[in-house]
DNA sequence: CTGAAAGCGCTAACAA
DNA sequence: TTGTTAGCGCTTTCAG
């Protein structure tokens, strides 16, 4: 393993300038540069990671916090971390999967402490999240996937659900459609104040007031149960109803199910959007889901972009990013079938 | 943040003492150990993790190697990760993501000599693997979740196929199927020689053969649409099927659907086991996969298990440790009808 | 444009 | 049972 006197000697050249050629700190001749160059591929050289680190007080890797629940991540959060990962690669940092959720406090305590790591991308991110009070504290630089509450100060990535329930409405509108149910989160998620199902929920009233159309929102839980229940509910109270936009892929599915058992085809009696899904779950379904697919890779890559610009010293303001879901129309979605009149 | 220098002060000690309280290398009284902790805990000291990984030439943290193709991770992958990731940091240790696949033979030259990671983990191992050979070379300690062509000298865990198919096909002859088909990986696996596929095949024939029942294997592409074609072949071929084993989860949904349309109900028409099968997306069909679970977390951690005992100096010994599915009965499969005679 | 040398914070001989 | 000290391999002043 050659050291970086090593490359010094066989380039007759002094360490300092070895690093200088490695760093770019200083400017360097041509001449030497390249026998120093010359010298590091002859000894396959490779500079130590925890030398560098200890010296230059970085480490070229950022955390993602995630908590890592027994269900394991779906399609979305997975796609967050390959897209994440990618970014940091391609700026020459390294990710590290660090399981830490938002109640873990003493976990990323040490984290944090031990200078492992130059800064941290927050998966999950709650409406009141102890990660961020103590990063916070810490003055470590993090960037949220996701908002909390007050988010003044912070730097975040999120979808932007706004403009994504806006597209999906504005779809099964060009449709035709003129009576649409949002089959929303659960009760409990819109007490208690989640993010999306907040957020969505408003979006939906704009929506329905923008075109002009009438509309029911029906929270439920995300399951498929929770769909097929959501369903029924929406069709006994608007009997009008053609279209349906669904924030669960399980729910979605459930939805499916139930109205195929009802004898209702899709799309022709009723068509389905789905919101915030990945391909491969759309293209499960049958028939495949037209679905707002979810901007898992950019968002992650959104948000490792922001935590470099960071880490180079960039201030701590304010910084929102809103990446929307783009639609994918696949089997779900038809023309509005004429009512009666 | 507080150094060690600081915490010695504190505690009216040297510096080494600090460090043998914190490895545990040799005998302290008790008395110090517990000014030194007291002095650590007001001083909210941790350790520095490059300071400490350069002085031991050792990080603690171990490299995930998977390739990371746009298509994301499935559920079985991802439950590697977090499995890895949870048994790495009950140990004490990290665990970094790298995007590094069977080819990128430099990526990981590079990785391997910074000497940032102190063992690797091979997820999505091929036949031949560049890889494998690298770390081979460099005397890096390292771990494959799957198996390559000749695993003599390797550490290796892997899902135990011979096994699950075994389990499957005596789950189906259990209810009374006596003729089975099998529907594998694609052509261009079998022909490429991909391990999973070919495995299963053998282990198709010595369940039949074992059982006294007849069957055929069809191999067919991964997809919804490949599951569709798959049983109509096998259908004709074999009019007197009952059973259906399928490899992939995409397939197996193809599979459903297609009988449906066909007018045949399943059960009560045609079983289906699903293999190495993620509960989630099991669930997500209707009705409900009965299914082969892959052990994913289980895997990643006894990957995990096996390259920390080797980091500790453990031999480079072939080792290999099969996991099986777990049959999990849901509802595609009942009792065979019985066939008129 | 280049070199010498002082650390970075810790571990692990060696010495007592 | 504890202290002293020489590195680990690199970055980065300070000099030239």
């Not at 959060?77 to 660090?98: I, K």
Request: charged share 20%; hydrophobic share 45%; glycine share 10%.
């Amino acid at each position: 393993m050659a050291t970086m006197t090593d490359v010094a000697k066989r380039a007759g050249v002094s360490v300092s300038t070895v690093s200088y050629v490695l760093t770019g700190t200083r400017p360097i001749s041509e001449a030497t540069r390249e026998r120093v160059l010359a010298a590091m591929a002859e000894l396959d050289y490779q500079p130590n990671a925890m030398a560098r680190g200890l010296a230059s007080r970085q480490s070229n890797i950022v955390g993602l916090l995630l908590p890592l629940t027994g269900r394991g991540l779906g399609a979305t959060e997975t796609a967050f971390v390959t897209g994440a990962t990618e970014a940091a690669r391609a700026a020459g940092y390294h990710l590290m999967l660090c399981p830490v959720g938002a109640d873990d406090g003493d976990e990323l305590q040490a984290l944090a402490t031990q200078r492992l790591l130059d800064g941290f991308l927050l998966m999950e991110v709650r409406l009141t999240d102890r990660r961020v009070e103590l990063l916070r504290k810490l003055q470590a630089p993090f960037v949220l996937i996701g908002r909390t509450k007050n988010s003044t100060g912070l730097a975040c990535v999120d979808i932007d659900f706004e403009q994504t329930v806006g597209d999906a409405v504005a779809h099964l509108v060009s449709l035709g459609h003129e009576t649409i149910a949002y089959v929303n989160h659960s009760k409990a998620s819109l007490a208690s104040g989640y993010g999306p199902a907040k957020r969505t929920e408003a979006a939906f009233k704009v929506a329905l007031k923008r075109h002009g159309i009438t509309g029911v929102m029906v929270p439920t839980d995300d399951t498929a149960a929770g769909g097929r229940a959501a369903i029924r509910e929406a069709r006994e109270c608007c009997p009008a109803l053609t279209g349906v936009l669904v924030m669960n892929e399980s729910a979605a599915l459930g939805i499916l199910a139930e109205l195929r058992e009802a004898g209702l085809d899709v799309p022709w009696d009723v068509s389905v959007v789905s919101m915030v899904t990945s391909a491969p779950v759309a293209e499960l379904a049958s028939p495949p889901l037209t679905a707002m697919t979810s901007p898992g890779a950019a968002v992650g890559a959104a948000a490792t972009r922001i935590l470099l610009e960071r880490l180079g010293g960039g201030a701590g303001s304010t910084y929102e990013e809103l990446l929307p879901c783009a639609l994918e129309v696949r089997g779900t979605t038809g023309a509005a079938k004429k009512r009666k009149r």
